[in-house]
């Protein structure tokens, strides 16, 4: 739904299309596992079979019925999905507590618990991304096979074997970056290591970057060969496919061109020196650190912004002269009513 709205706000026929089709096989999906037979993900703890599988046919009666109330009452009210969702979440937490109690050791139990509900509040707080809270969840309680969510551990990787998950970046927020480095750079491993590289461990060993694509571009173009990096999330067990499926639910992969337009997963750049330069992405980061906006928690945040001014803004963005005057506009306009909508919108 989170793509229905999108096409629509950017008038896509096509993605509208798509999203539509999409809704239209997770209903059917959502009705076939409440009614008949409900999926499992992950490995399920011995003598745990009948609990899941309740919990997975409840969850899927949850979700085709807010499909339905959200198809019926229409627009406002998807727009207030993640807050229903994260109530849902709190509904399916404590029906499963009321289903798997005594099937599960009581610390086993809670742990599961905490997560859910930590991973729930932390989307409630998010703009954008998708519920993955439960699945993770559910991973985590039966063994972590489908998406370990690792710890802080920072390591060197050269930043050619780094693949990212964007198709563009912002050259002049980029140039930047390179400026701020090089004036670290008698601390140079130092401030690398304040702004390490965002990962995921893909399938094969591949590193996917998630966060932090400016930093990797703005240190090879200044001639470095390795960046810190800290993987967040392996996934390396999941086929290719699957892998790009689980990167789309969490909120991890967007493949946008510099005209705004969603692009296949096989767009994608094998490294970020085949990143391509968009000026509103550039636009949108300085008009943010001129307090145009407060900066959301997720990445697709950055292109609703660039794709906001991409739509307001115009001018030559790539000389010097068109570029202020169109970041004077950029920063007056995210601080107007029309940009009330987007994520860490401040007001006039």
């Given at each position: 739904m989170l793509k229905e709205i999108q096409a629509v706000e950017q008038r896509n026929a096509i993605a509208l299309g798509d999203a539509v089709l999409g809704l239209g096989r997770h209903l059917l999906h959502s009705f076939w596992g409440g009614l008949v037979h409900a999926w499992l993900v992950g490995n399920v703890p011995p003598g745990f079979e009948n609990e899941a599988r309740r919990f997975a046919r409840l969850t899927a009666q949850s979700a085709s019925t807010t499909d339905i109330c959200m198809g019926v009452l229409g627009g406002k009210l998807k727009r207030l999905e993640l807050l229903s969702t994260w109530l849902d979440d709190a509904l399916l937490i404590v029906r499963w507590h009321a289903l798997a109690c005594g099937a599960m050791p009581s610390s086993r139990m809670s742990s599961w618990l905490r997560s859910c509900a930590a991973q729930s509040r932390a989307r409630s707080r998010s703009p954008c991304g998708t519920n993955v809270a439960l699945r993770v969840a559910w991973d985590d309680a039966s063994g972590g096979e489908q998406g370990d969510v690792m710890g802080s551990h920072r390591k060197m990787e050269l930043i050619k074997a780094l693949h990212p998950t964007q198709l563009t970046l912002g050259m002049d927020h980029v140039r930047q970056k390179m400026d701020a480095s090089q004036a670290h750079e008698a601390t140079r491993q130092e401030f690398m290591e304040r702004h390490p590289v965002k990962a995921v461990l893909g399938p094969n060993g591949q590193l996917y970057i998630i966060d932090h694509h400016h930093w990797a571009r703005a240190w090879l173009e200044l001639g470095k060969e390795q960046t810190p990096i800290v993987v967040v999330r392996d996934l390396h067990k999941l086929g290719t496919s699957a892998f790009w499926?689980?990167?789309?639910?969490?909120?991890?992969?967007?493949?946008?061109?510099?005209?705004?337009?969603?692009?296949?997963?096989?767009?994608l750049p094998p490294t970020v020196e085949g990143m391509i330069d968009d000026p509103y992405r550039s636009l949108a980061a300085f008009a943010r650190n001129a307090g145009g906006y407060r900066k959301?928690?997720?990445?697709?945040?950055?292109?609703q912004w660039a794709a906001f001014f991409r739509k307001h803004v115009k001018g030559d963005l790539r000389t010097r002269h068109g570029f202020a005057q169109a970041l004077a506009d950029a920063t007056r306009l995210a601080r107007s009513r029309a940009a009330r909508k987007l994520p860490g919108y401040l007001g006039a």
């Open positions: 499926q689980r990167m789309s639910e969490l909120g991890d992969v967007h493949p946008y061109d510099e005209h705004g337009v969603r692009r296949s997963i096989s767009a959301p928690k997720c990445a697709y945040a950055d292109f």
